[in-house]
């Protein structure tokens, strides 16, 4: 068998994106389930360690400066991987690319499996640097309803998480929220239809907790692996139900319903998200409510689309006003 340098790379050969707190760690951890994938989740490392490099080149060379960013980068230890392991497996490497497929072989193989990926949330922001990187992997988008997405950030964003880190976040935190679902889902969605369904495909979370078996399935078949019966049940013996647990902390199975912004969240906010990112829903196939007008909504989009425009953050056109 040739040695893993001189074979077409293999990993990492998925990544799992998305709007944080849309499930990707729910697919996270089904994929993982699968008996040849490995899906490490939240690093960060690939776009981050290289910050600069890529900037300036889409597949920079190696050289030690840029090895040891890696390996010292804050998030790395998620991988799992020993110093000296990933020091070997930086030997011989040319590029930075190269590099990075030899630590994902490694995480595969320390699992006892063929397979590798990353679940990192904000890389639907980073596909196309990542595409040029590994033009082999295949990018899952999972996308949520936006509103059950913002009653969960409302729960988890902080000053440094999330929206949260945003200045508008204590003036309208449910503004902050429909520009952050927006901004992340258009983003994934624009670059997405680009790299075409070869290599990207959308996964509906409402989908694939309603009916896991199916969905995950399909996903298999995109990702050309056989569908095995394990990964709906990633949760099996896991389980911890204590008072006041996450479904992600409690390692839930699929469950339907966790939120429902319909019952939990007021109609005054779910009008500012509506008029925020209301196309965004109606293409997402989720759609929008009708609300009676109100000065004080009217107020409040104004106030959020200001302060984004201000900001001049470039999503591409996705922001255009439906």
Not at 67 to 76: A, D, I, K, P, Q
Not at 102 to 129: F, N, V
Request: charged residues 30%.
């Amino acid at each position: 068998m040739p040695k893993s340098s001189e074979m077409s790379p293999l990993n990492p050969m998925v990544f799992v994106v998305g709007c944080p707190r849309s499930g990707t760690t729910l697919l996270q951890r089904m994929l993982d389930a699968h008996p040849d994938l490995a899906v490490a989740n939240d690093t960060h490392f690939i776009t981050r360690a290289a910050k600069r490099e890529l900037r300036h080149d889409a597949n920079p060379l190696l050289d030690d400066a840029l090895v040891e960013r890696v390996l010292s980068y804050h998030r790395f230890h998620r991988m799992g991987l020993e110093r000296r392991d990933a020091l070997r497996a930086a030997r011989g490497a040319k590029t930075y690319a190269d590099f990075v497929s030899r630590l994902y072989d490694l995480r595969a193989r320390q699992a006892g499996k063929t397979l590798s990926g990353e679940k990192t949330p904000d890389y639907c922001r980073k596909m196309p640097l990542l595409h040029r990187l590994f033009p082999f992997a295949r990018f899952l988008h999972i996308i949520r309803d936006g509103r059950d997405v913002a009653l969960s950030t409302l729960d988890w964003a902080s000053g440094n998480k999330g929206p949260g880190r945003w200045d508008l976040w204590p003036k309208d935190a449910v503004g902050a929220c429909a520009l952050w679902w927006r901004w992340q889902v258009g983003s994934g969605n624009y670059d997405g239809a680009r790299l075409g369904p070869s290599v990207y495909r959308e996964v509906r979370y409402e989908d694939l907790v309603g009916q896991p078996e199916t969905e995950l399935a399909a996903i298999c078949d995109f990702l050309g692996l056989p569908f095995d019966e394990r990964m709906p049940r990633f949760h099996e013996g896991k389980t911890r139900d204590a008072p006041g647990r996450s479904a992600k902390s409690a390692w839930l199975g699929p469950v339907a319903g966790l939120r429902d912004w319909r019952e939990q969240m007021c109609a005054a906010d779910a009008a500012v998200f509506d008029a925020i990112a209301g196309d965004l829903l109606d293409s997402t196939g989720y759609g929008r409510e009708s609300y009676a007008a109100s000065t004080n909504v009217s107020e409040r989009v104004l106030e959020c689309m200001a302060w984004w425009s201000d900001r001049g953050r470039d999503v591409k056109g996705v922001m255009k006003t439906g």
